[in-house]
């Protein structure tokens, strides 16, 4: 599926409902062939059948459960094979998990489905990216990162506290693939409180979001797409980005050898060489 039209290939993770989707429809309005995944095949093409209205393009659709690293590992070899370059992979899809759970592979799903999985991912297709876009968080601030111990959040779980060490890993990832990728530049940002789904699943979450100054998926979105389109000169590789300006996050994710750290057992724990 080489594209012979000179678009840029732009594969967005996550896409299926919020921040994935409302960046997806404005990438695909300014031209870009737009390359949808998500876990649930029903939203999934919901959001495919929005994108083509929105821009009279149909994206195509891959379905890959981040909680599944087989699943991710499958993802990888189906896009390898659609695609020979994949101009910007925006690593945007996560979640905030409510109650304490192990997935299949063993880890804590936050730190997983948030960190591991787009680790692994952006690993298996590294020779494709042309740039990687990675949705962290201001909530890294809560995050109490232990590359020895992925698995740390499991005991005395608390769904912000695992969500905010999930987003520290996500910015220390996206630092140590500058340093260790020079050729593919890479940015993370924070979206700001943005109003997405899981906040029908809990009262007590349902009521953080109504009292927050949330913002809407668009709005959360203008981020990532600035960064997908920047001209890298004027981007600071691998750093940290909140309403298209140049951030500096909290020193526990901006630590070098915590994130060469975090790296190594990532690595291990997804079974590549790091």
């Not at 309005?29 to 949808?36: F, I, K, S």
């Not at 029903?42 to 459960?65: H, I, K, M, N, Y």
Request: a positive charge; charged letters at 25%.
């Amino acid at each position: 599926m080489e594209d012979l039209t000179g678009r840029r290939t732009v594969v967005v993770t996550g896409g299926s409902s919020g921040i994935g989707l409302a960046a997806a429809v404005d990438l695909a309005r300014r031209g870009d062939q737009v390359v949808l995944v998500g876990r649930d095949p029903g939203r999934l093409q919901a959001a495919g059948e929005r994108v083509r209205e929105s821009s009279g393009e149909r994206p195509e659709l891959f379905r890959a459960d981040f909680a599944v690293l087989d699943d991710v590992r499958r993802l990888a070899e189906q896009l390898r094979g659609a695609y020979d370059r994949i101009d910007v992979l925006a690593n945007n899809a996560g979640a905030i998990v409510l109650q304490s759970v192990t997935t299949v592979d063993g880890f804590e799903l936050s730190m997983q489905a948030n960190h591991l999985a787009p680790f692994l991912l952006s690993n298996l297709l590294r020779d494709r990216i042309g740039r990687m876009v990675v949705t962290a968080s201001g909530a890294h601030r809560s995050g109490a990162l232990d590359p020895d111990d992925l698995n740390a959040a499991l005991r005395r779980y608390r769904p912000m506290r695992a969500y905010g060490t999930s987003k520290q890993a996500n910015i220390l990832f996206t630092a140590e693939a500058a340093r260790r990728w020079p050729d593919v530049p890479g940015y993370c940002f924070h979206p700001g409180v943005v109003r997405t789904r899981f906040g029908n699943e809990s009262r007590l979450v349902a009521l953080g979001m109504r009292l927050l100054p949330f913002r809407s998926p668009e709005k959360g979105a203008e981020t990532l797409v600035w960064l997908a389109n920047q001209d890298p000169s004027r981007l600071v590789d691998g750093a940290y980005y909140h309403d298209r300006r140049l951030h500096r996050p909290l020193r526990k994710a901006a630590d070098p050898q915590l994130a060469a750290r975090l790296w190594t057992a990532s690595a291990k724990a997804v079974g590549i060489h790091g």
